[in-house]
């Protein structure tokens, strides 16, 4: 037993201090939100190079940002990296190095990105009967995308019971609120730019989470081509996916496979009605159904999955994996 499994001991009936890494963004924001109210955690740090010095209030805690190189990182049991893609993994490093668990939120660790200088654990609890026990005894989790969380929930039943047409193509289409591009100042981003208009991005397979997808797929022993097109929607949250799955097979009741894969799970809610980003809001859930496509030559299946992407697709994920990391109570204090 380390001396941060030690520290994770004795303050398991009190609170457990976690830091948070990059906490000016949309992402950090909420994990810091979530922290705060959370039953175990004590917020020991937060930290934003930019607007170091500043602070913000967070129900009655006011919370001040430091400088990244001031923050006590090996003073708490767990740090949550939300720093950007590629400025991330020095930090990580460090943070293990002084032996601290970490939740690494950026894509620098993930499946299908190419790191080998640490090993992490993929953080998507609900994706294979073996992921939760991995992540309990990790060291560090590899938060996954929004996007990912939303398509492979959503495949990841259909690949395990074997239905997938073999070699097929698998066209998935979804659209995202605003936050999930981050709250640096862009000009595509302006309320002018965005507001009463609809456009899709990332276009011909060019979406930075696609080679997290692939490489999960293919772990999965999924045979497929996945053809990904993100959309932004001129909302704040929120992520709707379309998923045309090729199946060997016409499926009686698709949603059973669903029900029966996810029937423990209590963040994945199988419905038979249409999922809504207002279902979802605030939410650390996937909401999906499936349907039968008719009037196909190939038996096809229409996935639909909504998540919140900020909860469920980046913060609320990230709180999930490290009540799992920390021994606690997996659910604690995470909004379903």
């Known amino acids: 037993m380390t001396q941060h499994d030690c520290m ?10 976690v830091g948070v ?20 955690f004590s917020l020991a740090f937060a930290t934003a190079n930019a607007q170091r010095g500043q602070a913000i209030t967070i129900g ?42 970490v939740v690494d939120l950026s894509h620098d660790l993930r499946p299908g ?16 009967v073996s992921a939760r026990a991995a992540i309990r005894s990790a060291r560090i989790v590899a938060n996954p995308g929004c996007y990912p969380t939303c398509i492979l929930l959503a495949l990841a039943p259909l690949v395990a019971a074997g239905v997938v047409l073999p070699g097929a193509t698998i066209i998935a289409n979804a659209a995202s609120g605003v936050t999930g591009a981050g709250n640096s100042p862009k000009r595509e981003l302006l309320f002018g730019e965005v507001a009463e208009d609809f ?8 979406h930075r989470h696609l080679k997290e997808m692939n490489a999960t797929m293919a772990t999965l022993g999924a045979d497929v081509d996945l053809v990904f097109t993100p959309h932004l929607l001129p909302v704040a949250r929120g992520i709707l996916a379309t998923i045309t799955v090729p199946l060997d097979r016409a499926l009686d009741d698709p949603l059973s496979l669903y029900r029966d894969a996810y029937a423990s799970e209590p ?8 999922p809504r980003l207002s279902d979802v809001a605030r939410r650390n859930v996937v909401r999906l159904t499936a349907t039968m496509v008719v009037g196909t030559r190939t038996p096809t299946l229409l996935v639909r999955s909504a998540l919140d992407n900020l909860v469920k697709g980046a913060a609320g994920q990230a709180i999930q994996n490290a009540n799992l990391m920390l021994g606690l109570d997996e659910c604690a204090w995470l909004p379903a």
């Open 8 to 17: 994770i001991m004795h303050y398991r009936v009190n609170d457990i201090p």
């Open 21 to 40: 890494l990059g906490a000016s963004g949309y992402a950090g924001r909420e994990l810091c939100e979530l922290i705060v109210r959370h039953p175990h």
């Open 60 to 101: 009655s805690q006011e919370i001040a940002f430091l400088d990244p190189e001031s923050a006590p990182i090996h003073d708490v049991a767990l740090v949550f990296s939300a720093l950007p893609h590629g400025a991330s993994l020095p930090w990580v490093q460090r943070a293990h190095d002084g032996g601290a668990r």
């Open 113 to 128: 990105n190419g790191n080998s200088q640490l090993e992490a654990v993929y953080g998507m609890p609900e994706l294979t």
């Open 199 to 206: 456009r899709a991005y990332g276009v011909a397979n060019s």
């Open 267 to 274: 963040f994945v809610e199988v419905v038979s009605g249409e």
